[in-house]
């Protein structure tokens, strides 16, 4: 989903390299478009959307809204909160 938002014009070119850095510095560097969305430090730490998230932004044609839910069981409570 950050690849897509990063694609549209969403997120800059130097904030997606930030996050490339910091997750290449936890070993996970494929993750930076992940980290768009992706806060928690746990989110990050382990790789795993957690909490819901939303991002807002707008193309020449389109307004554009992304829903980031859980799709771990583990945190099914938090997917069904953020989609109702």
């Not at 936890?26 to 969305?37: I, P």
């Not at 992706?38 to 998230?53: F, N, S």
């Not at 939303?54 to 099914?76: C, M, N, Q, S």
């Amino acid at each position: 989903t950050g690849h897509l938002i990063y694609q549209c014009g969403g997120i800059d070119k130097r904030t997606i390299e930030k996050f490339e850095k910091e997750a290449a510095e936890l070993g996970k560097g494929s993750f930076k478009y992940a980290w768009v969305l992706d806060k928690l430090k746990a989110e990050r730490e382990r790789g795993i959307t957690i909490d819901i998230a939303l991002w807002k932004f707008e193309t020449p044609r389109y307004y554009v809204t992304v829903i980031d839910a859980p799709g771990h069981r583990d945190f099914i409570k938090n997917m069904i909160t953020g989609t109702s």
